[in-house]
Each structure stands twice: as structure tokens, then as C-alpha cells.
């Protein structure tokens, strides 16, 4: 009786046993020391905000095919999982779930703030957590992590002692970007600009006792204006160089300030050539203020409105209502010159779209240039290598332009910086423990400072404190540094360079020795994905609807380094018809064998009487084995996947298990000999699959009655090795001239509408004497995959008439139709088909030719048009090569 199996697959029950299994079994236990070679991830922490996305899902399926690789190559692997608490992100949204209910966190206080925002922590981290079981992720979960758990909080405070120590962190007043909606100041990698339409405001600032003389500013800001401390002119502007040391009337406030020189400043062509200067509200004046020692008064308060420096008629206004004001105000006073309308490019908080504020705020910053050039010069020597150039490139340039890093924000939710100010000498204690006392007078009057550290700096340590780290432990010594940094490119300088940053600056070696950039995933149409455009995808959803492992496959197939991955509904579905011809595949098998029944592996013996299919499957499963096993060792993720699936779907799906039926219906040796042949392929091929597909392979695999078995596990069953044994060249060139010989006859069948059990002659023309015998030794396959009846096999033989013709590589094969078909009603059929195509054709070129189509319609419109006019095209030549062959 023959080994019974489902006849489907039922992915979601097969998933969820397999992955209990696992954990149980502990498969993804890291050994802290071993006699293996190690080979370590750390997974790029999630943000505890809320679910993952598809995102999420690309990130964790190429970490956990290296992984799963590696650990079948018997490497000691450890996939350190963990969350990131995400400050800015984390309070933002708790605030909102707050503000839903009417309330804030300022009702409540920062300690039971915080208590919110752990609870919430605790929600989404079950969530988190729940999902990455579902896409089958082989992490060591008992290692696991959060940024601000008791150890990792520890590794902060060590850090920022030590820098602090070293004098490479200082606190500092000068500008930041502030963002008015969150109360915090941001990087500048958080602000988000845009191209906006604003205004050119001109202004005259009457010269002081100048007799009348004006001198007419242009500004985009008349608001700031309350704050200006000078104007500056070029000192080579002949306009403007009699009144370089005096000073203006500055309007609205009675303050006269100075115009003053400055070259770096001014262009002399753009507006008036003379420019207003705010040191407290812009980048360049603060530094134009620092030069020329010009005092900064900030107008502006943390909501961005109006402070007390600012003219009594205008506190308390919001910056933008305070704009309008002040500009009625200089019309009234003829002091407004003129307006133009003028495209600006404006910072946006990237978490609120507020436009964000630049303001005089007292930070600490992290001194950045001598911990970059160690990064530069790490990546220089090789020490840390990018698989991708470009990416590399992108890299030096952000260092090699690297400022101080700003690290505090003015949040609740994050390590709280630790560093206690005295009420009674103004010394500042930083420590690693709370201190009871000013470390210099001794006085028990001091108090935390406020603010947090920015997200990014305990992320910053994650390849080493998830090791334990300070201390000196065997899992650090073992794992760092950490084998690749997988991760996306939009956080290349964010987080890939604070890593290497910190990574060096505390261990003295570089975090991680090779870094992969992972493409952004956006939609079939190369749209990003937003809630905004209702094409964000759950990988949830996709899994309970297909199965984890058909999105897995179509993330891994998709992915190529230095392009977007555009996500495609089609090549899941696809993928899940993969998995689907797998399972079927392996159940044909099964019925060919006797429940008990176990297959031993292919021996020396066999190897001598293996047919010509036989030996090119081998050949073929041998290549397959090198190729992918060479592309996962260069990244190259989609032609790993390719290579996978072209053997288990083509050579052995389509081709070898239809070549074997004959053989398998013959009782005997040769039909025991097939059986091991198979078994043997689909051992080695469910191998190659596991760290792509790992639910389903594992279910097929433990399913295989093989009668020696390496390992109770695929997860740690060995990696296939490539050792030329079966390579052989001969049968490869035989069997692939047979199957595109097959390939041509279906080929003609499928455009001339031959029924498939309609028996065909068939001629075929090769270029020399090999080829021919090649094609005639394909005789019994030509026969039972293409039901050719007849076959006749030569050198350059000539073509019969009204035959259709299609080449199989070097060899034209005819198939004479007289007899099969109807000829004229083929005929009358393809001349009515090009008739209709060529009006198509006419009719879509006139559309594309449309200047107003091409103005108004969305692109994707466009390229539908464009893909439509180009199969049209298509169609039209084949019918056409069709009805010239008929005539």
C-alpha cells in the first residue's frame, strides 16, 4: 500500500505545529562558546509603535535565510532578537491614545507617564512578538533584548560616562531644529524638507539718522524680524559700502542694530543684496551672529509663538498669525516694499509635518568627527566591507561631513540622561549610579536632568550590549563582532554609522564585518506604501491567505541590491503554486512507494546504470546546489531563490518525474533505482528550499522515508555540498536538446490550436551529425511528453512544405500541418486576428500621440498603454509569421 499524504497543503496548521516543534526542540539555541565557527545577526529591533510591516517581513526573511544557511553549513549561529523602545515614535502614539480619551501626559506626570507607556510597551511587544513566529523566524528568543531593559540601560549610562569623560560629549546652547508639535529637538536627518510655495517679503530698515535713506531687506520670515541683531551687506557691494558701521531703525521693536560686512553671508545678486540677521532663528546667521559677536534674541517660544522679547502687540501669537500681523503692520508704516511670490524649501518634523522651528535650545551633543574617521579609516582597511559600492560611497560622504551629534530630546519615554545638576555651585555630576551629592561641594541639592537620550544611541550599542556588554562575557567574546549588519538603507547614517561609531569608540574593533542594504518594498507599481494611498500591506494578512512561506519566497525572489522591490500580488500567488507542485511532487513520489518502505541512498553501483534522465537531474541538482549556494554567499538573494526554483519546478517537476513514469511502471531494479533517484533529489532540493521555505520543507523532509537520516531536523540538517560527483555534461546536453526539441513541438501545437492527443510528425534539421543522434536517441521522450508519432532526424535537412517551424537551440523543428489542421480556416482566422490587432494597434498609437492623454494622464496609465501597444505588436508578428508559413 502505497505512503499516504494529505493530497493539500494546509499551510496554516502545518505552520503552526512546526514552529512550536522548533522552540521546543531548540533549534535556535546559540552556544556562548562552541568548537564552531560563529556567525552572528543582531535583528534590527523593531519599534514597539505597533505591528510589523512588509517591511518588517523583508528584513526578517533575509536575515533568517543567511541564518537558517548557516546554520546548516554548521556554523555556531545566533540571530539575537529584541525591540527598540523608540522614543520619539513610542510617545507620540501612547499621546495620542491619551488624547483620545482627554488626556495628556502633562495631567498625568512623567512617572505615570511612563507607566503608560510601558503598558503599551507590553502590548505591541506580544504583538511584535507573535507576528515574527508566524513568519518563522529562527532567532535564539531566550537571548532576547529591549533597549531599555536592565542591562542595555546599564551599557547607556557606561557609554555616556565614558565619552563624557574622554570629552567627547559637552552640553552646548546654539541652534537645533525644534519641532513645536512634540516639544523636542530633532537631527537633522529628522526633518523632512519640502518644495514650497511661499513669499519674498521686501522691507525697508530706515538707516539711522540717514536722512531718509532706506535699506530694503528680502525675507521669507517677517516674523523673525523682531529678532533681527543686524543686517549684513557684502563688503564689495559699491551699493552698500558708504553705510557699512552705522545702524538701522529696526521696525516695530524702536532697537537700532548695525550693518555690518560679511562675504560669506550675502550674495550681492540675489533680492536686495542686503540680508536681515537672526541669530537665534537661522542656521546661518547663528553662525554669522558667532563671527561678528552679534547678540542672539530669541522671539520664539517652545509653541512657537511669540515670546515677551518680542513687541508687546505681538506675544502670545502664533508664528504664522504673527507673520500676517507684522506684515499689515509695516504696510501701514510704508515700510513693505513689495512681495514676490517665492518657492522655498521647508523643514518638516518628519513624525508631526510641522514645520520645524530653528532655535536656541542648551543640548548635548556628541564630538562626531574623530569617531567617524575611525569608521572611515575600519572601512578603508576592509575590516568592515558593504556588499554594495554605491552604498559605500554614500557612506564616506556622510562622515567625511559629519557634525556634532546632537543626542538629548526633550521627552519622557528613553534613558533618561544621566547627568544631576547642583542647586548650589551650578557643577554638573555625571555618573553611572545615582548620586546622592554634588561630586564637588558635596551639596545633596541636585537634580536628573530632564531630557533623554536620542533613540539612536542605545541603538547605537546593540551589536555589543545584547552581548552583555560592559562586562566581559563569554557571548561577547564569542559573537563580536557581529557577522553582517542587514538592515535598511534609509537608516544607513541613523543607525549602520552610530554603530560603527560607538561600535570601535567602546570595543575597539568594528561591530560588524559586512553590511547588506536591503531595497525599500513598495507596491506593483513602484508607488511607496502609505496609508495616505491605501496600499499598505499587512504580512499578516498575506500569511493567513498563502502561507508564510510563499511570502517569504516572494520577498527572497524580489530582492536585488541598488533597486526598490515592487511587491507583487501575482508572484505570491505564484509562489504559493510553488509550494503547492512541491507538496504534489512529493505525494507522486509517495504513491510510488510501500508504507514502510525506506529508501536507501544512491550508491557507486547505481551511478553505472543510470539513464540518460537520471544523470542529467543529478547533473542538474549538482549545479543547482553551486549556483545557490554562491549566490547566498554574495547576497544576491533573487538569483538564490531563481536557482532553487528553476531545479525543483522545471527539471524535476515538469521534466524528470514525466521522463521517470516509464521506468517507475517497470517492476524491477530500474524502477527501485528511479525511486532512489528521486528521493534522493527531493532530500537535497527540500535542503536547498529550507531556509526560504522552511515551514513547508520541514514538513516534506520528516515526511521522507529515507533509511540513513543526518540529523532529527532540516534546521540543523547539512548543507548540500556541490563535490562534482554527478556533474556530467553529456547527459545534461543530452536531456536539454530532448527537452527543447519538446518545448518546439508544444510550442507550434499551442499557436496552430493542435489538440495535445492529436499524434504529430515531426522533422527535425540539425547542424551536424551529434546533434541529430542527440534528437533521435529522444525518440521514447519525444514520444511521451509531446505524442510525436513520427520522427525523422537530420544534417540540414531541407523544410516541408506548409509545415510550421520553431527552433529547439541549434535545431529547426518542422511540423508539416497538411492533414492536421483546416489550412484555409487557419487562413480566413489569422487574417480576421490581424485585422482586429492592427486597429487596436492604430487605435492606441493615436491615444499615445494625444499631447493632452500624455499631460493628464497618471503614468502608470501611461506605461498600461505603452506595455498594451507592445503585446499588440507581439501578437501581430507571430500571426503573421503564422499565415506567411500557410501560403
Known amino acids: 500500500m502505497p505512503i499516504e499524504m494529505p493530497k493539500a497543503y494546509e499551510h496554516a496548521a502545518v505552520e503552526k505545529k512546526w514552529y512550536a516543534r522548533w522552540l521546543e526542540d531548540k533549534w535556535f539555541a546559540a552556544a556562548d562558546t562552541s568548537d564552531k565557527p560563529p556567525y552572528c545577526i543582531v535583528i534590527p529591533p523593531p519599534n514597539v509603535t505597533g505591528s510589523l510591516h512588509i517591511g518588517h517581513a523583508l528584513t526578517v526573511t533575509i536575515e533568517d535565510i543567511l541564518i537558517r544557511h548557516k546554520r546548516m553549513q554548521g556554523f555556531n549561529t545566533l540571530w539575537m532578537p529584541g525591540t527598540d523602545h523608540a522614543g520619539i515614535a513610542t510617545q507620540m502614539v501612547v499621546e495620542r491614545e491619551l488624547a483620545k480619551e482627554g488626556r495628556s501626559r502633562f495631567e498625568l506626570g512623567r512617572e505615570a507617564f511612563v507607566a503608560e507607556v510601558w503598558r503599551w510597551k507590553e502590548k505591541y511587544h506580544a504583538r511584535i512578538t507573535e507576528q515574527l513566529h508566524t513568519l518563522g523566524v529562527s532567532v535564539d528568543w531566550a537571548r532576547e533584548r529591549f533597549t531599555m531593559d536592565e542591562g542595555l540601560s546599564r551599557?547607556?549610562?557606561?557609554?555616556?560616562?565614558?565619552?563624557?569623560?574622554?570629552?567627547?560629549?559637552?552640553?552646548?546652547?546654539?541652534?537645533?531644529?525644534?519641532?513645536?508639535?512634540?516639544?523636542?529637538?530633532?537631527?537633522?536627518?529628522?526633518?523632512?524638507?519640502?518644495?514650497?510655495?511661499?513669499?519674498?517679503?521686501?522691507?525697508?530698515?530706515?538707516?539711522?539718522?540717514?536722512?531718509?535713506?532706506?535699506?530694503?531687506?528680502?525675507?521669507?520670515?517677517?516674523?523673525?524680524?523682531?529678532?533681527?541683531?543686524?543686517?549684513?551687506?557684502?563688503?564689495?557691494?559699491?551699493?552698500?559700502?558708504?553705510?557699512?558701521?552705522?545702524?538701522?531703525?529696526?521696525?516695530l521693536t524702536g532697537r537700532r542694530i548695525p550693518i555690518i560686512a560679511d562675504p560669506i553671508?550675502?550674495?550681492?545678486?540675489?533680492?536686495?543684496?542686503?540680508?536681515?540677521?537672526?541669530?537665534?532663528?537661522?542656521?546661518?546667521?547663528?553662525?554669522?551672529?558667532?563671527?561678528?559677536?552679534?547678540?542672539?534674541?530669541?522671539?520664539?517660544?517652545?509653541?512657537?509663538?511669540?515670546?515677551?522679547?518680542?513687541?508687546?502687540?505681538?506675544?502670545?501669537?502664533?508664528?504664522?498669525?504673527?507673520?500676517?500681523?507684522?506684515?499689515?503692520?509695516?504696510?501701514?508704516?510704508?515700510?513693505?516694499?513689495?512681495v514676490e511670490d517665492h518657492t522655498l524649501n521647508l523643514g518638516y518634523c518628519q513624525r508631526t509635518q510641522v514645520v520645524v522651528e530653528p532655535m536656541l535650545s542648551t543640548q548635548w551633543y556628541v564630538v562626531a568627527r574623530p569617531l567617524a574617521d575611525k569608521c572611515v579609516e575600519a572601512v578603508e582597511a576592509g575590516r568592515t566591507t558593504f556588499t554594495s559600492e554605491e552604498w559605500k560611497k554614500v557612506f564616506f560622504h556622510w562622515m567625511t561631513n559629519i557634525k556634532d551629534w546632537c543626542i538629548s530630546r526633550q521627552l519622557w519615554w528613553g534613558h533618561q540622561i544621566p547627568a544631576w545638576f547642583c542647586g548650589d555651585c551650578d557643577h554638573v555630576?555625571?555618573?553611572?549610579?545615582?548620586?546622592?551629592?554634588?561630586?564637588?561641594?558635596?551639596?545633596?541639592?541636585?537634580?536628573?536632568?530632564?531630557?533623554?537620550?536620542?533613540?539612536?544611541?542605545?541603538?547605537?550599542?546593540?551589536?555589543?550590549?545584547?552581548?552583555?556588554?560592559?562586562?566581559?562575557?563569554?557571548?561577547?567574546?564569542?559573537?563580536?563582532?557581529?557577522?553582517?549588519?542587514?538592515?535598511?538603507?534609509?537608516?544607513?547614517?541613523?543607525?549602520?554609522a552610530r554603530m560603527m561609531m560607538l561600535g570601535i569608540y567602546c570595543m575597539g574593533d568594528v561591530p560588524f564585518r559586512t553590511v547588506y542594504m536591503h531595497p525599500m518594498v513598495r507596491d506593483e507599481r513602484g508607488q511607496k506604501m502609505s496609508k495616505t494611498r491605501n496600499n499598505v500591506i499587512d504580512p499578516l494578512d498575506l500569511t493567513k491567505e498563502v502561507g508564510a512561506d510563499a511570502?517569504?519566497?516572494?520577498?527572497?525572489?524580489?530582492?536585488?541590491?541598488?533597486?526598490?522591490?515592487?511587491?507583487?500580488?501575482?508572484?505570491?500567488?505564484?509562489?504559493?503554486?510553488?509550494?503547492?507542485?512541491?507538496?504534489?511532487?512529493?505525494?507522486?513520489?509517495?504513491?510510488?512507494?510501500?508504507?514502510?518502505?525506506?529508501?536507501?541512498?544512491?550508491?557507486?553501483?547505481?551511478?553505472?546504470?543510470?539513464?540518460?534522465?537520471d544523470r542529467w537531474l543529478l547533473h542538474s541538482l549538482e549545479v543547482a546546489?553551486?549556483?545557490?549556494?554562491?549566490?547566498?554567499?554574495?547576497?544576491?538573494?533573487?538569483?538564490?531563490?531563481?536557482?532553487?526554483?528553476?531545479?525543483?519546478?522545471?527539471?524535476?517537476?515538469?521534466?524528470?518525474?514525466?521522463?521517470?513514469?516509464?521506468?517507475?511502471?517497470?517492476?524491477?531494479?530500474?524502477?527501485?533505482?528511479?525511486?532512489?533517484?528521486?528521493?534522493?533529489?527531493?532530500?537535497?532540493?527540500?535542503?536547498?528550499?529550507?531556509?526560504?521555505?522552511?515551514?513547508?520543507?520541514?514538513?516534506?523532509?520528516?515526511?521522507?522515508?529515507?533509511?540513513?537520516?543526518?540529523?532529527?531536523?532540516?534546521?540543523?540538517?547539512?548543507?548540500?555540498?556541490?563535490?562534482?560527483?554527478?556533474?556530467?555534461?553529456?547527459?545534461?546536453?543530452?536531456?536539454?536538446?530532448?527537452?527543447?526539441?519538446?518545448?518546439?513541438?508544444?510550442?507550434?501545437?499551442?499557436?496552430?490550436?493542435?489538440?495535445?492527443?492529436?499524434?504529430?510528425?515531426?522533422v527535425v534539421s540539425a547542424p551536424d551529425a551529434a546533434a541529430a543522434a542527440l534528437v533521435e536517441g529522444a525518440a521514447s521522450g519525444l514520444a511521451l511528453l509531446a505524442n510525436v508519432a513520427e520522427l525523422?532526424?537530420?544534417?540540414?535537412?531541407?523544410?516541408?512544405?506548409?509545415?510550421?517551424?520553431?527552433?529547439?537551440?541549434?535545431?529547426?523543428?518542422?511540423?508539416?500541418?497538411?492533414?492536421?489542421?483546416?489550412?484555409?480556416?487557419?487562413?480566413?482566422?489569422l487574417e480576421k486576428a490581424i485585422g482586429k490587432l492592427d486597429k487596436d494597434i492604430e487605435k492606441i498609437v493615436k491615444k499615445l500621440a494625444d499631447e493632452r492623454f500624455l499631460a493628464n494622464a497618471p503614468a502608470e496609465v501611461v506605461q498600461e498603454q505603452e506595455g498594451r501597444l507592445a503585446e499588440a505588436r507581439a501578437a501581430r508578428a507571430t500571426y503573421a509569421d503564422n499565415l506567411a508559413m500557410l501560403r
Open 265 to 338: 553671508l550675502v550674495d550681492m545678486s540675489f533680492g536686495s543684496g542686503a540680508v536681515k540677521v537672526t541669530p537665534a532663528h537661522d542656521f546661518n546667521d547663528f553662525e554669522t551672529g558667532k563671527r561678528h559677536g552679534l547678540p542672539s534674541i530669541p522671539v520664539l517660544d517652545q509653541d512657537a509663538r511669540l515670546n515677551d522679547n518680542a513687541p508687546a502687540a505681538y506675544r502670545g501669537l502664533d508664528r504664522f498669525e504673527a507673520r500676517k500681523r507684522i506684515v499689515a503692520d509695516l504696510e501701514a508704516q510704508g515700510l513693505l516694499v513689495k
Open 155 to 251: 551599557a547607556v549610562r557606561t557609554t555616556f560616562v565614558r565619552l563624557y569623560r574622554d570629552g567627547l560629549i559637552y552640553r552646548a546652547n546654539r541652534l537645533v531644529n525644534w519641532s513645536p508639535g512634540i516639544h523636542t529637538v530633532l537631527s537633522d536627518l529628522e526633518v523632512e524638507h519640502k518644495q514650497v510655495k511661499g513669499s519674498l517679503w521686501h522691507i525697508a530698515y530706515p538707516v539711522s539718522d540717514g536722512d531718509g535713506e532706506r535699506l530694503v531687506v528680502a525675507t521669507t520670515r517677517p516674523e523673525t524680524m523682531l529678532g533681527d541683531t543686524a543686517v549684513a551687506v557684502h563688503p564689495d557691494d559699491a551699493r552698500y559700502r558708504h553705510l557699512i558701521g552705522r545702524t538701522v531703525d529696526l521696525p
Open 792 to 829: 525523422r532526424a537530420g544534417v540540414a535537412l531541407a523544410r516541408p512544405p506548409k509545415s510550421a517551424v520553431a527552433m529547439a537551440g541549434a535545431c529547426q523543428v518542422f511540423v508539416p500541418l497538411e492533414g492536421v489542421i483546416d489550412l484555409g480556416e487557419e487562413v480566413s482566422r
Open 625 to 762: 546546489i553551486a549556483e545557490t549556494s554562491a549566490a547566498l554567499d554574495r547576497f544576491d538573494f533573487q538569483a538564490a531563490a531563481n536557482h532553487v526554483y528553476q531545479f525543483v519546478w522545471s527539471s524535476l517537476c515538469d521534466w524528470y518525474i514525466e521522463l521517470s513514469k516509464p521506468a517507475l511502471r517497470e517492476a524491477g531494479e530500474g524502477a527501485e533505482r528511479t525511486k532512489r533517484v528521486l528521493i534522493h533529489a527531493l532530500d537535497q532540493a527540500l535542503r536547498l528550499l529550507h531556509p526560504f521555505m522552511p515551514f513547508l520543507s520541514e514538513e516534506l523532509w520528516t515526511r521522507l522515508p529515507l533509511a540513513e537520516r543526518d540529523a532529527p531536523s532540516l534546521c540543523v540538517a547539512a548543507w548540500p555540498e556541490a563535490r562534482g560527483r554527478h556533474r556530467d555534461e553529456a547527459a545534461a546536453a543530452a536531456c536539454e536538446q530532448q527537452i527543447a526539441v519538446i518545448q518546439a513541438v508544444r510550442t507550434i501545437r499551442g499557436e496552430n490550436r493542435i489538440p495535445p492527443k492529436q499524434a504529430l510528425g515531426v
Open 429 to 496: 555630576t555625571v555618573s553611572e549610579t545615582d548620586p546622592s551629592a554634588c561630586e564637588r561641594c558635596g551639596s545633596a541639592k541636585i537634580a536628573q536632568d530632564p531630557d533623554v537620550l536620542d533613540t539612536w544611541f542605545s541603538s547605537g550599542l546593540w551589536p555589543f550590549s545584547t552581548l552583555g556588554w560592559p562586562d566581559d562575557t563569554p557571548a561577547l567574546r564569542t559573537f563580536y563582532p557581529n557577522s553582517v549588519m542587514e538592515t535598511g538603507f534609509d537608516i544607513l547614517f541613523f543607525w549602520v
Open 551 to 613: 511570502l517569504r519566497f516572494t520577498l527572497a525572489a524580489l530582492t536585488t541590491q541598488g533597486h526598490d522591490l515592487n511587491f507583487s500580488a501575482g508572484r505570491l500567488e505564484g509562489y504559493r503554486n510553488f509550494g503547492n507542485k512541491i507538496w504534489n511532487a512529493t505525494r507522486f513520489v509517495f504513491m510510488q512507494l510501500d508504507e514502510g518502505q525506506t529508501v536507501t541512498p544512491l550508491s557507486e553501483a547505481d551511478g553505472r546504470a543510470l539513464s540518460v534522465s
